[in-house]
């Protein structure tokens, strides 16, 4: 190929040193490379003409045959507008001018056939087209252009400084003209020819002068083939690197611990998930590498006795292990749930938080010195400097967003050998986004309840129905059961959700009396003594109506209490509601989940609701989410690439992506260092990846 493809922007014909400075600050175009990686947008249909009188108040963009038949000037509040009187064989309109009138009086021909273009609007009992684009029927009749005429991104700078979209295209066609369209293939042939993928030079030519739909088709499949390709490529290698570089402790003994445990004093039959997911961290346990797992699974679906056993592995082979809980009450369930599993076996067990007294602290760390100590569940206090493990094998952490990257190495930090290191969390990110988002770390998923499980009955109330909702809380309490209701808080209007809380706590009060009735309130501008106090009440059944914030939205466990009560609903996000819900259905007896609101709701709200009433599938519920919200607000995804792709979507695209990983995923598992001749392409552009920011800069 003869010309390079990074070649200052300024060289392309048609472009100049004016043009050039634009697009480089409006568009990040540089080279020619940036340009040809300008995707369209989207694409008008230009095989369709309209007759006036065939336009409606809401058509889109549309194209019209006819003549220009006079001008007149209109005076109007700053300047002048200019109005072009257009006709064809069936009616009249309006063409209409603010800006560049003078150089449109000068040049635009009279009586003559053009071909116009743009968005009608309807005004004054008249069709009118502000700033058509015009051209002459006779020289739009001898232009090849294609049917479908891309529409590049742009910003009001350029097309105020003349860099419209049609100067766009002759650009790109001067590109085209000047490398003789051909592009150096980025795919290894291989996958080409299985998948019958355009060349690249194809894909390029049809995805900016696309000739047919279907071809236009093929070149997005390509290119987003592409794009998606690389980042799983990118994200294998870190992972496989990651892997031969970090040594990891090799737990190669299944041992007493474990045996005794399995055997013995199992509270009830593992689900075919945690067996699955014991196995896989088994596996990684005895690898010689560190592992590095994300464990998902939904609220309720039994990832604490996963945690458990794991902990047992490392036991069996002479390690430590950790738990870290975010917050004080977790951890406290926490270390009450495993010292009940470890009960019956020689196994001691501390907890370590914020609160734990200076003798406590002394033993603890005493004992973790020694080895002496063999678990230790706690809060962030397990990060204090003070704390060192003899050997810590295993760290396990719950409830990954509300710890930091940064505070999960500090963990690490602790040996010269790094622990294996698992992450729970009951976030449910849709499996395809997770693998573009923790591409480099393994991930494990508990797809499966614990069988007997009772649905939670969810609906949704009106607040006009309120009273009917009381009795019905009279009535579970009647009948022994603990009730949450929460209340939104959002950091922007802090103040006036704080007067909701209080009003509903007030409300709630008043309804039902004291000393009947007892009531726990928790909220965030309380101080964390003070919380523990009311949460450890309700959790020991002295309270029977907890009124909180969303700051119990993380795990905790209070098998007793049977009924969710979410006020404004509208206000929680999809998966906040479905952790909201999975406070509840911990118990043998039917829960319910209330979803009250105003009358008035967003479209987004009703979906929000209706996905809630209708399923308890954190999966499902989270990919719905996910496509009101898009990838932008989901935990994680901001780090990650997956925002910044030119032409795949990760939610769109989903299944352009499975198929991405699995050739990913085959090539680099034949071909771990990319050596066979048929993968230096592969090879060679992921080299390039580290040079460039973006990947489109570094494929093609
Ligand atoms: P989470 O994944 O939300 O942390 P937990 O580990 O707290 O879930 O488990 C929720 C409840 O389900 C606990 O009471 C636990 O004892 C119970 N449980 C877990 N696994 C099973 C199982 N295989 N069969 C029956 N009950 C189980
Ligand atoms: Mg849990």
């Not at 568009?27 to 020619?32: N, Q, V």
């Not at 970090?246 to 509270?267: C, E, Q, R, W």
Request: charged share 25%; aromatic share 8%.
């Amino acid at each position: 190929m003869s010309t390079n493809l990074q070649t200052p922007i300024d060289y392309l014909k048609g472009v100049g040193p004016n043009r050039a400075d634009l697009l480089r600050s409006e568009l990040g175009i540089h080279t020619y490379q940036d340009l040809i990686n300008l995707f369209p947008n989207r694409y008008l249909d230009r095989t369709q003409y309209y007759k006036i009188n065939q336009l409606e108040r809401n058509s889109a963009e549309v194209q019209i045959i006819g003549k220009i038949t006079g001008f007149k000037e209109i005076a109007q509040n700053r300047g002048k507008r200019l109005v072009a009187r257009f006709q064809d064989d069936t009616s009249s309109m309006e063409l209409v001018w603010f800006r560049g009138q003078k150089w449109i009086k000068e040049n635009v021909k009279l009586n003559v056939p053009y071909v116009i273009f743009g968005k009608v609007n309807w005004f004054n009992g008249l069709f009118s087209l502000p700033h058509p684009e015009m051209e002459l029927l006779s020289s739009h009749e001898q232009n090849l252009r294609s049917a479908m005429q891309p529409v590049y991104p742009s910003t009001e700078k350029l097309s105020n400084k003349g860099v419209t979209n049609k100067v766009l295209n002759t650009i790109m066609q001067n590109l085209f003209l000047e490398t003789n369209g051909r592009f150096v293939e980025t795919l290894p042939s291989g996958i080409l020819s299985e998948l019958k993928l355009l060349s690249k030079s194809e894909a390029l030519l049809n995805i900016h002068f696309p000739k047919q739909q279907d071809l236009l088709a093929r070149a997005e499949f390509r290119l987003k083939f592409e794009e998606l390709f690389y980042i799983q490529i990118q994200l294998i290698l870190k992972n496989l690197i990651h892997k031969s570089k970090i040594k990891g402790f090799n737990f190669d003994s299944v041992g007493t611990y474990f045996n005794t445990f399995y055997k013995h004093h199992l509270p009830f039959d593992l689900t075919n998930a945690q067996k699955r997911v014991l196995k896989e961290i088994r596996q990684d346990l005895g690898s010689n590498a560190q592992m590095n797992r994300l464990l998902q699974g939904d609220v309720g679906s039994g990832k604490t006795i996963v945690a458990f056993m794991s902990m047992l592995m490392a036991l069996d082979n002479n390690f430590q292990a950790c738990l870290m809980a975010p917050t004080e009450i977790l951890a406290i369930q926490h270390y009450q749930g495993l010292s009940e599993l470890a009960e019956k076996m020689d196994i001691s067990i501390a907890l370590l938080t914020g609160s734990s007294n200076r003798s406590q602290r002394k033993i603890i760390h005493a004992d973790l010195e020694s080895g002496a100590l063999h678990i230790l569940i706690g809060t962030h206090a397990l990060l204090e400097d003070k704390v060192k493990f003899q050997n810590l094998g295993l760290a396990i952490i719950d409830e990954q967003h509300r710890f930091g990257v940064a505070q999960r190495s500090k963990l690490w930090a602790k040996n010269t050998i790094p622990p294996h290191v698992l992450v729970m969390t009951a976030t449910p990110i849709p499996r395809t986004l997770a693998m573009s988002v923790y591409g480099d770390l393994d991930i494990s998923v508990i797809d499966e309840l614990p069988p007997g499980r009772q649905k939670i009955k969810t609906v949704h109330r009106f607040d006009k129905n309120r009273l009917k909702v009381m009795r019905f809380m009279r009535d579970e309490i009647e009948k022994g059961r603990q009730i949450y209701i929460v209340y939104p808080l959002i950091q922007e209007s802090e103040k006036m959700d704080y007067k909701d809380l209080m009003d509903g706590y007030e409300s709630i009060v008043r309804e039902f009396p004291q000393p009947k009735y007892q009531i726990s309130i928790v909220h965030g501008q309380m101080k964390p003594a003070d919380k523990d106090y009311e949460m450890q009440r309700f959790v020991n059944a002295q309270t029977q109506i907890m009124v909180a914030t969303t700051v119990i939205e993380v795990g905790v466990n209070v098998p007793n209490a049977s009924v969710m009560i979410i006020e404004s609903a509208e206000r929680f996000g999809l998966s906040q509601l479905h952790q909201l819900r999975g406070r509840v259905g911990r118990g043998a007896e039917q829960s319910y989940c209330i979803l009250m609101t105003g009358h008035k709701l967003s479209q987004d709200s009703k979906v929000r609701l209706e996905t809630m009433t209708r399923t308890s599938d954190g999966f499902e519920i989270a990919e719905v989410d996910l496509k009101l919200r898009g990838p932008g607000d989901i935990m994680g995804t901001q780090q990650s690439g997956v925002l910044h792709l030119k032409i795949a979507d990760v939610i769109k695209d989903k299944d352009i992506l499975q198929s991405s990983r699995f050739y990913a995923k085959r090539i680099l598992s034949a071909d771990p260092t990319l050596v066979h001749p048929d993968h230096k392409v592969v090879l060679q552009t992921y080299r390039a990846l580290g040079k460039y920011k973006n990947i489109w800069n570094y494929i093609s």
